[in-house]
């Protein structure tokens, strides 16, 4: 071999050796960088701090539940058993960083106030809110939560959500009818006030003052918008003594949860919460609200909710 083979031969060699040891170096990163998996659940543990039998899956999830036994249900003129569908439960699986917890909590229309504050109190998210029939009485909604941290702190905020249910229904045994209160009688709302107030233009119908906000978004390959459904609206009926306050918030997910402790932390009711299509990018969610009170006053609660969505993802 000459000498300017040889040389070339050398640096061919290197150039291999070096391309090896860069790929099994990159093979134990890879390998380092695998997290090991999760600690299991202490169920025991789990089922003290939310005071509920807790039971271990073969999968390693721990879950709690609670029958609504103390509320009877028909559902088409039958009985419903808790075990068809009345029953609130919650589930944990463990993460590297603690655990995830997601459930599903049976509530009546007066317990959802209640159950969602302390779902806020205590740190988790609340991910639903609907209904699962037709025809039942008294009517049975189902509020969907979730959240991640500390299995044992989960489960507390578990408890306290139900202990919250529990402290409503302590005080009457049968659910409510109604949120209480005067109900406001046909009158004249200010839709220049409510504007001014919301930043928005307002619009006036037969007596009720709405503000309708669009959003685009895409679907099928297309543009959607106001037109086509994509708004936040609230509708101000009455008069602006005593009004009522109904209207619906589209938001992305990351802005669900603020708008929801914004309008809880001003007393507005939330009364579902849901999506609305199927396909469509970003993936909206739809928040369906109920207030009463002075109009002006709910123009600013519902002007709060406007502010905490608009500062999503702001520093």
């Known amino acids: 071999m000459n000498a300017r083979r040889y040389e070339r031969f050398a640096a061919l060699r290197i150039t291999v050796t070096w391309i090896a040891g860069c790929l099994v170096a990159g093979a134990l990163m890879s390998a ?11 169920a025991k543990a789990i089922g003290q701090a939310s005071g509920a039998t807790a039971t271990a899956t073969p999968d390693g999830v721990v879950k709690i539940g609670w029958p609504r036994t103390d509320v009877t ?3 088409d003129g039958m009985t419903l058993p808790p075990a068809a569908g009345l029953g ?5 699986a463990p993460m590297a960083s603690g655990a995830m917890v997601m459930g599903d909590t049976v509530v009546f229309a007066d317990e959802v106030d209640a159950a969602m504050d302390a779902a806020f109190t205590h740190g988790l998210s609340v991910t639903a809110l609907h209904n699962h029939f ?13 959240g991640e941290g500390r299995a044992e702190t989960l489960a507390a905020g578990v408890k306290a959500v139900w202990g919250a249910i ?3 229904r302590s005080t009457h045994a049968q659910p409510a009818t109604s ?9 004249r709302i200010d839709a220049d006030a409510v504007s001014k107030i919301v930043g928005q233009p307002a619009t006036d119908s037969q007596g009720v003052a709405k503000v309708t906000i669009g959003r685009t978004g895409t679907m099928q390959g297309m543009v ?4 086509m459904g994509l708004t936040t609206w609230a509708a101000f009926s009455g008069s602006d003594a005593l009004a009522a306050m109904d209207g619906d918030f589209i938001m992305s997910a990351e802005e669900v949860q603020p708008v929801l402790h914004a309008l809880r932390k001003a007393g507005v009711h939330i009364v579902a919460l849901h999506s609305h299509m199927i396909g469509e990018h970003p993936n909206f969610y739809f928040t369906h609200f109920w207030s009463t009170g002075k109009a002006q006053d709910l123009a600013h609660a519902f002007r709060t909710a406007l502010d905490a969505q608009a500062a999503v993802g702001k520093p």
């Open 88 to 92: 609130s439960w919650a589930a944990f």
């Open 224 to 227: 959607v918008g106001a037109s």
């Open 73 to 75: 249900v028909t559902v």
């Open 32 to 42: 380092d960088s695998i997290a090991a998996p999760p600690a299991p659940l202490d």
């Open 179 to 187: 949120f209480g209160g005067a109900t406001p009688a046909p009158g």
């Open 134 to 146: 037709f025809h039942d009485t008294p009517k049975v909604y189902f509020m969907h939560i979730g």
């Open 166 to 168: 529990r402290a409503v």
